[in-house]
DNA sequence: TTCCCTAACTTGAACGATCAAATCATGCAT
DNA sequence: ATGCATGATTTGATCGTTCAAGTTAGGGAA
């Protein structure tokens, strides 16, 4: 608190100017190799930081990057975001950037978000989450000019103007299918979100792909339903009811099979509440969260921590040097974890 | 992008010089009214919003609050930060101020994070979580007057200098004990964590007390373990091995819960591996994560938003005026959230 | 009338950095 | 010797606010 160095007292420390302390801690090759170092010693020496928001003030540039924390709806998926945020916070230190938060509920609230920020803090960069169709938030920021990248591919247009990072969810499910296949599993159903969604479709996709590799079909075999435990439980019920020889079942979301496993399980313990026996059933989940590694749910996991430092990456790429590059779309394989679930 | 509003443009729109717009929005009982009114008509038409980075060279204020996001442990506890961050964001964005976040792991990497943050962007205040004995942080920034609250008491001095909010952990373990003694429970055990931390003796406390209440003794009944789902299994199979006659485990955390019904339940599920059958015992857990919510665990409960907001009223609070207030201290009452394991 | 006070508003300076332009050697070709 | 490009450094201006001091007009009281 005591004392405040400023950019003034290394330069009179140092016997040079101002600029020549600038200089050398931001374009160190212009300064005479002597110089710098000396500059660079008392720096050190003194503790000296560069303020930022004097910097913003000459720049325009924050070095923050606002990130959404999301009101953790049923908790089990909400755990996926705190994961990302941890990563991009990490990277972002790294890269000399800070994460600032904000909330917002629903895409307009966002767009209003955004432009609360940009008017007070002016963050360098978003990074969004949970793409969809249409979303109104990247038409926002893209029309304004604002740099931003997305955990979530452009669902509605293949040749996005801007980054974004995702993680291949039909990869992810056709390798659940598979490993389900590779154990004998012959009818194998899906449970999934309405249709329309990008992120459930495509996980349904992964799950008919890899069915049809050896000759099977769908028909009769999915049921969409929202994302929670309850509609979830309802939905398996339903499908396994009617379809006596199904024995394994691929998910959309760790919910959805946690549902799925009421019905799923034998006889069940006494603090297991609802669902009435059953044949043994073998479930896979999505995005292996906290609960899939306390029930033992085989679950397919996202690399998270890839997927935030990728998103920095490419932000930090484009603002701090190349402006104008093409935008890079990133793909990444995510990883099946197999537990005693199935 | 485009059109970057000033206080300039303001002032020259409504015809007044720019220290009456300041004044206009920060000091209004010093400006006529009509003056007033025609400054606040313009500055919504033109959508002027004061430049933070300015404002804060001048100030000295930042408008930021720096909290730390944890690189979730085991998962199943780490909800409980992610839930407190979510309404800290809510609450500062309400009260005109903005999270920013860091990480780091270990105290001293957190006063260096502390050290590293105040040098550049000059946060307002932090917020700390799980506090614990010997805390060097609230030292190191009470050493520098920097101003912050606390999410968990100071343990180490019943007279701290600084704020802090804290849930009554003890009176939740004393609640949880009470409802299965009201369910006809006499030997009650209790899974803890190892002696010497508050938070863990404090949840202990609440136990013994709500059985020496009724005149029953602790001897032989509890087990103190690392935190994790394995040590709590492992615990909680020797306390029941020991002590035929125990019929319920009160538990200081939701992941020695979960370890606990690895232990106590009926024969079990084939999905739900480890654990020979046992005897039923009630279970009760710690947090209310969203694990608890997912397999039917009785827990309790932090209210965590009230935790949050309650921080940020204390902090904002002092640094909007009342600088030299007396420290307050908030310890709020949890509640027990019953469900089918006890 | 003169003086002072107050309310309402304006002006100049400053916060701490960087940009753009200016200065000043130094070396090299003409 | 003159001119000119180059490298190293300095100087002045500026980003958008708010603070502190200054100005102006309009009342009263002496």
């Known amino acids: 608190m005591a004392d405040k160095v400023t950019i003034a007292d290394v330069a009179r420390a140092a016997g040079v100017s101002r600029q020549t302390v600038s200089n050398a801690l931001n374009t160190p090759e212009v300064v005479r190799e002597e110089t710098r170092r000396r500059v660079l010693d008392v720096v050190e020496e003194l503790g000296y930081r560069v303020n930022q928001a004097a910097r913003q003030m000459r720049t325009g540039r924050s070095r923050l990057i ?54 007070a803090y002016e963050p360098d960069a978003f990074v969004l989450m949970a793409t969809h169709h249409g979303d109104r938030r990247t038409t926002w920021l893209a029309e304004r000019g604002v740099p931003f990248v997305t955990f979530g591919r452009a669902w509605s247009d293949p040749a996005a103007p801007h980054c974004w990072v995702d993680v291949d969810g039909a990869a992810g499910t056709e390798a659940a299918t598979r490993h389900l296949l590779s154990q004998g599993h012959r009818r194998i159903g899906f449970l999934g979100w309405p249709k329309g969604s990008g992120v459930g479709d495509d996980r349904r ?42 024995t394994a079942l691929v998910c959309a979301s760790d919910s959805l099979a946690l549902g799925a496993l009421h019905v799923a399980r034998a006889p069940g313990p006494a603090w297991l509440a609802g669902g009435h026996p059953h044949r043994p059933v073998a479930v896979v989940g999505f995005d292996d969260t906290p609960v899939a590694r306390a029930i033992g749910l085989t679950s397919v996991r996202q690399p998270l921590a890839e997927v935030a430092s990728s998103c920095l990456r490419l932000l930090t790429h484009r603002l701090d040097g190349g402006a104008g590059a093409p935008p890079e779309y990133l793909l990444l394989p995510p990883s099946l974890v197999v537990r005693a679930s199935g």
Request: a negative charge; zero cysteines; glycine letters at 12%.
């Open 205 to 246: 996709e992964g799950w008919r792909r890899a069915l049809a590799e050896v000759g099977l079909g769908v028909a009769g075999l999915h049921r969409e339903t929202e994302d929670d435990v309850v509609p979830g439980e309802h939905a398996a019920r339903d499908l396994l009811d009617r379809d006596p020889e199904i």
């Open 66 to 119: 606002a990130a959404r924390i999301d009101p953790e709806q049923d908790g089990i998926n909400g755990s996926v975001g705190d994961r990302f945020l941890h990563g991009l916070t990490e990277t972002a230190a790294r890269e000399g950037y800070r994460v600032l938060l904000y909330t917002a509920d629903g895409d307009d609230a966002e767009t209003a978000a955004f432009d609360d920020l940009l008017g």
